[in-house]
């Protein structure tokens, strides 16, 4: 007889430390953006090798909140085409949507399952309306990266934009770099099932300081709000 054993994937473990954190937090009387939320951006950019990182709520979020700065600062047009995987989380698909961009999927390696620049040049060489494609959108998946060096390369040539999804692959490394540091921007997302978890979590990482403003105004809902001036008790907005 078989005996079938059960792996434990994203099984909540909440031990003294995490909860002596959580206390922390919540003794602070500051129970969101506050000193644990600067601290948490500062080294995570520091560990991914990006100058910036933005916390938000989601990496749904963390995407949706990068393709629309991408739109809103010029970088790219709306209503352009987004080249990206089929084989993905839904979000991936459903953020270039929301965003005011379409999907256009292209093949992956059948090993790997990640995006491959061999599919991606054919795509951008052959395919229906190739010429308004504005991004490219590569997923790490399951802790596999693309290859980024042929698909930046690619980008170049065309003219397009690289936004990697990392949500994934949180400390992976691709030829000495880690994965979130080879684009113009990243998402990740620290959902239950992913490496590091968070319950409900997201990050964006760039190098560019427009992008991470514009980002960091989309989460507070147009506001350039520094939340550290913000006198709560009294309910007044000091702006």
Known sequence: MIKHKTIQVGDLKIGAEEREAINAVLDSGRITEGAKVRDFEKNFSSYIGTKYAVA??????????????????????????????????????????????????????????????????????FGDNAQKTSVILPVHLMGYACDMEKINALSKKGGSVVFEDSAQALGTVYRGKRAGNMSLLSDFSFYIAHNVQAGEMGALVTDDPEIRRMVTKIKANGRACDCFRCTRSEGICPK
């Open 56 to 125: 938000l709520n989601s990496g749904t979020s963390a995407l949706i909140a990068g393709l629309t700065a991408l739109k809103y600062l010029g970088i790219v047009k709306e209503n352009t085409n987004i080249i990206t995987t089929p084989v993905t989380y839904i979000s991936t698909s459903s953020s270039i949507a929301l965003s005011g961009f379409s999907p256009v999927y292209v093949d992956v390696d059948p090993e790997t399952f990640v995006i491959t620049p061999d599919r991606i040049k054919e795509y951008l060489e």
